[in-house]
């Protein structure tokens, strides 16, 4: 950090405590990335945080989303986790036409929460860092209308973007049919610029090798040019911090 950002932290450190809340217990790289979300605002990035505390407090009591309460979003078998890419972020694969628009919201969002929470803890070694990334591939290979899902994706996104600020390093949309232009351009209306610039929208071959250069063979699976399976999400198992 620059000495810019040690006095912000420092700062929403207090903002926090004149809201009536703490940061103890979240070193520096977890308030960093709720002030680079708030272009170091530090009032603005102190609000944010602790509408954070009380949303995970009310929303996620166990700190984390048991397989249980996501079952049938899980019997789609629609995400992969594989492993770290070469700079040390998970990678989460999306397959979407393997999707439907969920019936039961509450459960939906719950596995968002689910997903990305999984996600961050396979990166952490030892103990969490605070500022640990994710990189994420969506893919739209065979897609149908039945599988478009605008709503699902504005709340994936808003999730990221309201409770996981600096969580996402790169997410690639692969194989978009024509038809889902019109279905992107909604809901990049509800993406904010930081998260629009995260997201790279493979259209070409020398796209796709830069992809793949990025990820690396090791955690990217076959079918998108690597060396790996695909490794179903709830089959991922996560280390215990102490291993």
Known sequence: MDQNQELAVAQMRESVQKLGSSTEGYGDPTLLRFLIARSLDTEKAAKMFVQWQKWRASF????????????????????????????GYPVVIVKANKHYPSKDQPQFKKFVVHILDKAIASSIRGEEIGNEKLTVILDLQQISYKNVDARGLITGFQ???????????????????????????????????????KIVIVSNEEERREMVRDIGEEALPEEYGGQAKLLLLQHFQLKPLDA
Not at 60 to 86: A, H, M, T
Not at 160 to 173: H, N, S, T, W
């Open 159 to 197: 999730f990221l973007q309201a409770y996981y600020p600096e969580r996402l390093a790169k997410l690639y949309l692969l194989n978009m049919p024509g038809f889902f232009v019109r279905v992107w351009r909604l809901v990049s209306r509800f993406l904010e610029k930081a998260t629009q610039e």
């Open 60 to 87: 996620v009591p166990l700190d984390y989303i048991p397989d249980s309460e996501v079952e049938d979003e899980l019997n789609g078998e629609k995400i992969y986790l594989q492993g770290l890419s070469r700079k």
